[in-house]
């Protein structure tokens, strides 16, 4: 049993083993032969199978061609001086002759299958050798045998099509994971960035204030914790679902944030965000509260100022402070570049420059959501 599963490729399945039926006629037919003639027929036949089995298993080699002619030319010997009725084991080639995936070999091989076909018809047809009725049954299987290349090389391309659009699809989930990768510990940073630095602060204050004002530390370590606990919900949000921060929760955020930092906080703008998108709005969130990170570990700010501007074609968001932390344009730390990568997803920008502190500017083209 090992033996004979061994004989074809095991991808094939037991298709081989079907056509191998096909090859009882022309032994069958062989017997009314007789002599050399029968031998020679018979040579020919295990020669045949041979081809068969040789044409499966080097698909993809070279031989590949040398072993289709050596089939193709035992059919026509046979068909052109034993019987028309041989013609029907052409039904073999023309299944491989749609293995050829490159146009050139395929419309050679194809050539080489219709002058197979056709020469012997016609030779019998001049030379009175074969009936009306016997070329008239070969006709239809005539025309079968010279459609099947095309069908099985559609086939085959189709398979093709889809094994590169797996590998495709694998590479864009892969592609996914990393860009996943990447988000996730962006959104860890800007959910933690802030308050670990508010943190710090808080904890060097308290050092500083332990031993002369005890209600003052008290008060600063209530908001340590405040802010600990505000910081590990945000933490089980993000891990549990990734929830989407709106711009008016992040704005009431930043307002807590900067007051436990002792920065006065000001804002100027709409409340109503509801014609922006959630993507547009979650993105811009996290640029603000990274913005608001930087004022508080950079800045030595005392005042911050957010402005929220909407017209018809374009948002921008304003964030400025009174410290003096601000750094050159374009020498953009991992917090900023972090930022601009954000805003490219939705074709946005930011600038950055020093007036009278740091002004960062935040531009993000709008599309308005149908009624």
Known sequence: MKLIKSIFPKQFGFFPYIFLVYTIMPFLSLLRESGSKQVLGYGMLLLFVVTYRQLFVSADRPSFTYWLCAQMAIIFIYSLFYHISYIYLGFFPANFVGYYREKTKFNRAFFG????????CVYHFLADSASIR?????????????ISPFGIRSMFRRI??????????????ELTKREERVRIARDLHDTLGHT??????????????????AERTKLEAKEMETSSRAALKQVRELVADMRTVTM????????????????????EGTEDFSDISPVTQNIVSMCMR???????????ATHCAVTISQYADKMT???????????????????????????????????????????????????RKAE
């Open 113 to 120: 299958l219709v002058f197979m076909l056709v020469f012997p």
């Open 134 to 146: 016997e070329l008239f049954s070969v006709l239809p299987f005539l025309v079968i045998m010279l």
């Open 160 to 173: 093709e099509l889809e094994k590169k659009l797996d590998q495709a699809n694998e590479h864009i989930k």
């Open 196 to 213: 670990l630095s508010l943190l710090t602060l808080k904890s060097q204050l308290i050092q500083r204030l332990a031993a002369a004002d």
């Open 248 to 267: 008016t929760e992040e704005l009431a955020n930043i307002r807590h944030i900067l007051r436990a930092g002792n920065i006065t906080f000001q804002y």
């Open 290 to 300: 990274e913005a608001v990170t930087n004022i508080i570990k950079h800045s030595k």
């Open 317 to 367: 968001v304003v964030i400025r402070d009174d410290g003096t932390g601000a750094v050159k344009e374009k020498m953009f730390g991992n917090g900023l570049r972090g930022m601009e990568e954000r805003l490219m997803f939705i074709d946005g920008g930011l600038t950055l420059s020093a007036q009278n502190g740091t002004v960062l500017t935040l531009t993000i083209p709008l599309i």
